[in-house]
């Protein structure tokens, strides 16, 4: 079987213009596991190996069976078979579907039942959709602890979302300390939305933690990854001298990065540079 990829689908985060965190809770957060779709050649070998009891043949035979809406009732019966042996990845995509209403019905109560199940198994794909769950019942304490029990536990989109909570105090009061330590932990994955928003705390002073040398080795991370809010900020650090070393060499350098990805800032910044 192929390695496990996530998809994120309806995943919100907003990192433009400061905007940390979960841009609405209208979006429901969810991820779900996907392998390579099988193809029909695959079919006979898959009913072959599910009637030998393999629950991961019952999940790939559920996700070729989505490939049409006229057979979603198929799919639908495969991952409900799949999870009963104990596949954890059709338990959270039974939960996913049942609380978006993929399948024939909508049912809060069928997608607990089923993310609860994997979240017992330790699927930490699970344990997070468990509190992205929570947060849309508006049962936000619970959404806490699930989601700090994925974060705490290495995953990193429950800490960048974390991050971004306790940053904006939303649903949640807020707490500098526990945003900047939720998003290190993600930064330390290598997330580089996360290094801009630690940037940014460090940056501004209104968080009343400015560090500009942090500030500058945060936005470098995530200029370097690609980030063009970063790539502008770092520019701007570099032409103005602010708690670093002035560069207008470094300052182009990062503006023509910037503006490579798009940004008006940075291109009316170099028409006075160049």
């Not at 209208?26 to 070998?45: E, F, T």
């Not at 801009?196 to 940056?203: D, K, Q, S, V």
Request: net charge positive.
């Amino acid at each position: 079987m192929n390695k496990w990829k996530i998809v994120f689908l309806l995943l919100t985060l907003t990192f433009s213009n400061f905007n940390y965190g979960i841009n609405s809770f209208k979006d429901d957060l969810l991820l779900i596991p996907i392998d390579d779709r099988p193809d029909a050649g695959d079919l006979i070998h898959l009913e072959n190996q599910f009637t030998n009891k393999s629950g991961d043949s019952g999940f790939l035979l559920g996700l070729y069976y989505l490939k049409d809406k006229a057979t979603f009732g198929r799919a639908e019966e495969y991952f409900i078979l799949s999870s009963n042996m104990g596949n954890t990845h059709a338990s959270i995509i039974l939960g996913v579907f049942y609380f978006r209403g993929v399948f024939s019905e909508q049912s809060t109560k069928k997608a607990f039942l089923y993310m609860k199940i994997a979240a017992k198994e330790k699927n930490l794909l699970a344990v997070h959709n468990l509190g992205a769950l929570y947060l849309q019942i508006q049962d936000y304490d619970k959404a806490v602890i699930e989601l700090t029990n994925a974060a705490t536990r290495g995953f990193s989109i429950s800490q960048n979302i974390l991050g971004g909570m306790y940053l904006k105090g939303d649903r949640i009061q807020k707490d500098i300390k526990k945003a900047i330590c939720f998003l290190d932990m993600a930064v330390k994955q290598n997330d580089y939305k996360a290094s801009y928003l630690l940037g940014m705390i460090y940056l501004l002073s209104e968080y009343h933690v400015q560090n500009k040398m942090l500030a500058k080795n945060y936005l470098e991370f995530a200029a370097k990854s690609g980030h063009t809010r970063a790539m502008f900020n770092l520019a701007t650090m570099y032409f103005d001298g602010d708690g670093i070393e002035k560069s207008r060499e470094k300052a182009i350098y990062w503006f023509k990065k910037a503006e490579k990805n798009g940004s008006e800032s940075a291109i009316e910044m170099l028409k006075t540079l160049l």
